[in-house]
């Protein structure tokens, strides 16, 4: 008989904890142990939270040991509750540690086999009891995290009977949900208390919309209130705002928007000059027309899909020169100038408006929230925890399933807030997921691709590219290492028929086998695995919190982002005042609405991670350690600089900070 020392682990979270009985077994190269009970001397405080228990099985020599066994019971006097263990270590007799991951729920009284931190690719894990393990393993979470197609034309999600199905280990953690809870009912509360969420009239003026959240305000927000009529930060926003996916140069333009050089004025150079000069850009919401429109309080509600043209100045200022509020040129569709006063403010409005759409469900959801379940479904249906590629990603999906089922159920539903404050309604927004999701390509996804295909490689003051190429930059350097301590070659990755089987998933029920995405549908290279993996990472930390952090900092202010105008717009020049202005926006209620789920969604809880941290230990090889503290340090030197340059900024720009950008899609 030999003694093995067992170290067991509690996550030091709340409800991790468990007055279960609980039971271990050992198993290695040369057999196994007995289940062996572990608090049996030591009571039921030993798995408390952050509890570090030590405990000696005693057995014979088992050989290296490579996996063990864990379950629960409860006892007599106790009811079964939810053990959240972080790990295992286990001691041999001659002085060696093994390490065994586990950061999950255990719920039951299940028998739960968990790995050793090595990691294995499926064709050189040659040890029996261990390639037994990685079978059943993949055959259950199959059967847990199944594919359903919500909406035809639009990337596959979990398909889910109800947020209590949602296995726990991809629920929200007892502190998130609770803050959730305490947050949204606080606010709407408070806008109960101040009569004003049941109120479907107009705002009587400008200033008394500043009566939502009139405490909640942000240093951007306050900003944005007293800028949000000026050309130069309407400009601002198509670069640096929520939404930065639709702006591109322009070397000619479109045939039905009709700018000539006699309504421009830009300096005293010629429309052509400056288009030559690279200095003309253009953003079309042309996925906008047609659309159904919704009603809301009665009243129909109005959607442009307007054509703007803007301007580089010789002060590096991006200025708007031209609206079209309709994609067809008319008499009653005329092309508004800054020239134009209150029409031009209302064109800017219905542009607003616009762009809430487009980023909302496009930029927003699809891009970033649906995208990344998709990742997250496949990695768990697909690549056991003991693969090196499942330790490096699964940081990265942490609540991505839980709060898409939630924006499934309570935002975009036919009864969830977006119908009732969007201008497009249920119907139009399918049509509108469907036709943003048909132009989504991988270079899209890929920023320094994305970037270049849109002619914006040397637009002065764009710091979502800046501090966005700088990131991707960091985050491949990191991705590059640890697949190629993995990865010797290219044949290694053609090999490994778990990782062609994540990639073709994501390829058929995201991409939905479309090639013309240019989405690879298995990996030859482990080029082309480094590029695809950083795209992963980068869409679910940096890219989600370019689009989403800031949505309270741009739309708290409501006039500066309406997410629904009832009235049309002008037709003709020299009609609009301030009263057309305040009959166009939102009634009061909905105002509250959409003010009350901003402010909700960018709100970070407690328990949020920041990009490049990673509480829980996946990896046990030395070398992928040294690769996480390196690309640590290079998040750190980004987040200083950014830091220091947005102190001499007038709209600081903070969302690709690693700081502010959380690890996975979590809000």
């Known amino acids: ?214 405490c909640g305000q942000t240093q951007i927000s306050d900003y944005v209130q007293e800028n949000w009529r000026e050309d130069e930060f309407f400009g601002y926003q198509f670069l640096n705002g929520v939404n930065p996916m639709m702006i591109q140069r322009c070397s000619a333009l479109p045939g039905h928007f009709p700018v000539t050089k006699d309504m421009v004025y830009l300096g005293g150079q010629s429309l052509a000059h400056e288009m030559k000069k690279g200095n003309i850009f253009l953003c079309d919401y042309k996925c906008l027309d047609g659309l159904i429109p919704n009603v809301i309080n009665g009243k129909k509600q109005y959607l442009m899909a307007p054509l703007v043209l803007l301007h580089k100045t010789s002060t590096d200022d991006l200025m708007p020169i031209a609206i079209q509020l309709k994609q067809i040129p008319s008499d009653d569709n005329p092309i508004f100038l800054p020239s134009d006063n209150f029409e031009w403010l209302m064109a800017k409005v219905f542009v607003r408006s616009a762009d809430f759409h487009t980023h909302q469900l496009g930029s927003h959801l699809l891009r970033t929230h649906l995208l990344a379940e998709v990742f997250t479904v496949s990695l768990l249906r697909n690549l056991p925890m003991v693969h090196p590629l499942y330790k490096l990603i699964v940081p990265h999906t942490r609540y991505t399933i839980h709060i898409n089922a939630l924006a499934r159920a309570f935002l975009i539903s036919e009864s969830g807030v977006f119908p009732q404050i969007a201008a497009c309604g249920s119907v139009g927004i399918e049509t509108l997921l469907k036709r943003l999701w048909s132009s989504v390509t991988y270079r899209s996804l890929c920023i320094p691709d994305d970037i270049a295909d849109r002619g914006l490689e040397d637009v002065p003051n764009f710091y979502y590219r800046e501090d966005g190429l700088r990131l991707w930059g960091i985050i491949n350097r990191f991705v590059q290492a640890v697949l190629r301590f993995y990865y010797k070659n290219d044949a290694e990755v053609q090999e490994d028929s778990e990782l062609q089987k994540w990639i073709s998933d994501i390829f058929e029920h995201g991409f939905l086998s479309k090639t013309g995405t240019g989405i690879p549908q298995s990996f030859t290279s482990v080029a082309d695995l480094e590029k695809f993996v950083t795209m992963v990472i980068f869409t679910c930390s940096g890219q989600h919190s370019a689009v989403n952090s800031g949505q309270f900092d741009f739309g708290g202010w409501m006039p500066n982002t309406p997410s629904s105008l009832q009235q049309p717009p002008p037709t003709t020049k020299g009609t609009a005042s301030e009263a057309t202005l305040l009959q166009t926006l939102p009634d009061i209620n909905t105002t509250v609405k959409e003010m009350s789920t901003l402010r909700l969604l960018s709100r970070q809880s407690t328990d949020f991670v920041p990009l490049g941290q990673y509480p829980e230990k996946h990896f046990g090889e030395k070398q992928p350690c040294k690769l996480i503290k390196r690309f640590q340090a290079d998040l750190k030197v980004l987040s200083a600089d950014i830091k220091a340059r947005n102190r001499n900024l007038m709209v600081p720009y903070p969302y690709l900070d690693p700081l502010v950008a959380e690890n996975s899609v979590s809000l």
């Not at 020392?5 to 007055?19: K, R």
């Not at 065994?100 to 719920?107: D, E, K, V």
Request: charged share 25%; proline share 6%; with cysteine.
């Open 1 to 214: 008989m030999v003694n093995y020392q067992v170290i067991v682990s509690t996550t030091n979270a709340a409800t991790a904890a468990t007055f279960n009985n609980v039971y271990i077994k050992l198993v290695g190269t040369d057999g196994e142990s007995d289940r062996t009970w572990l608090d049996k001397y030591k009571g039921a405080l030993s798995f408390i939270r952050g509890a570090d228990s030590s405990f000696t099985v005693s057995c014979s020599s088992i050989g290296m040991p490579v996996l063990i066994e864990l379950n629960k019971q409860s006892p007599d006097i106790f009811p079964e509750d939810a053990w959240f263990p972080s790990k295992v270590e286990v001691k041999s007799p001659d002085g060696k540690t093994y390490m065994f991951p586990i950061h999950r729920w255990i719920t039951d009284s299940e028998v739960y086999p968990f790995r050793e931190a090595k990691a294995l690719r499926v064709f050189e894990d040659d040890n029996n009891p261990g390639r037994s393990t990685r079978i059943k393993e993949l055959r259950q979470r199959k059967k847990d995290y199944r594919w359903h197609e919500y909406l035809e034309g639009i990337p596959h999600c979990m398909k889910v009977e109800s947020l209590l199905s949602l296995p726990y280990e991809i629920q929200f953690s007892f502190t998130k949900t609770s803050e959730l809870i305490f947050t949204e009912f606080p606010a709407l509360l408070e806008l109960e208390l101040t009569g004003l969420s049941n109120r479907k009239e107009n705002w009587p003026d400008v200033h008394s919309i500043h009566k939502i959240f009139c």
